[in-house]
T-cell receptor
Framework: TQLLEQSPQFLSIQEGENLTVYCNSS?????LQWYRQEPGEGPVLLVT???GGEVKKLKRLTFQFGDARKDSSLHITAAQTGDTGLYLC?????????????WGAGTKLIIKP | ETGVTQTPRHLVMGMTNKKSLKCEQH?????MYWYKQSAKKPLELMFV???????ENNSVPSRFSPECPNSSHLFLHLHTLQPEDSALYLC?????????????FGPGTRLTVL
């Protein structure tokens, strides 16, 4: 069974602080996606990383794909209250010719003003 | 607004009721998905439709019955549900049924089974 472990499960910090959340697996993924889900809404894609070692930046958010394509991190600089939400990672893989997205359980992030 | 709508947004039903969830996508995508989201658990993929044909049924109990009349609409028919079926049910679509494709989600239906 392929698993994606996300850590921490929950994080509550003050506005202006930095934070990093992690997405780890023993499986290799062809690509990895990060989504953010706000209360009452469905997940929305933030970024897709494809190449081992790849770093992508989205304003204050920095995403990195591990060299072996088994793990990923999301770093937020100077967090804002608008960053509050559930952050989900999802790894794309093909198993027996069936493409699958393997989902993590998410990191619930609360940014306090 | 993601281009995927779901109705109803909230549903409370008894174990003997029959109800249906509706999903519509306005993105011209070919693949549609039903997911179950429970607190602190990964999204559980329930069903996948690609070009209106069901391609995945991940051991979902028969009390959940999907229907895809065309590539823009997806239904989930519910009957004789159990309290443990209470969850957020998300519909998603993607251009094609390929693992690396971005999935576009609707806002979900919050289902409570009494």
């Amino acid at each position: 069974t392929q698993l994606l472990e996300q850590s921490p499960q929950f994080l509550s910090i003050q506005e202006g602080e930095n934070l990093t959340v992690y997405c780890n697996s023993s499986s290799v993924f062809s690509s990895l996606q990060w989504y953010r889900q706000e209360p009452g809404e469905g997940p929305v894609l933030l970024v897709t990383v494809v190449t081992g070692g790849e770093v992508k930046k989205l304003k204050r958010l920095t995403f990195q794909f591990g060299d072996a394509r088994k793990d990923s991190s999301l770093h937020i600089t100077a967090a804002q209250t608008g960053d509050t939400g559930l952050y989900l990672c999802a790894g794309a893989t093909s198993l027996d010719s069936n493409y699958q997205l393997i989902w993590g359980a998410g990191t619930k992030l609360i940014i306090k003003p | 607004e993601t281009g995927v709508t779901q109705t109803p947004r909230h549903l409370v039903m008894g174990m003997t009721n029959k109800k249906s969830l509706k999903c519509e996508q306005h993105l011209g995508h070919n693949a549609m998905y039903w997911y179950k989201q429970s607190a602190k658990k990964p999204l559980e993929l329930m069903f996948v439709y690609n070009f209106k044909e069901q391609t995945e049924n991940n051991s979902v109990p028969s009390r959940f019955s999907p229907e895809c009349p065309n590539s823009s609409h997806l239904f989930l028919h519910l009957h004789t549900l159990q309290p443990e079926d209470s969850a957020l049910y998300l519909c998603a679509s993607s251009p094609h049924f390929v693992g690396g494709n971005e999935q576009f989600f609707g806002p979900g239906t919050r289902l409570t089974v009494l």
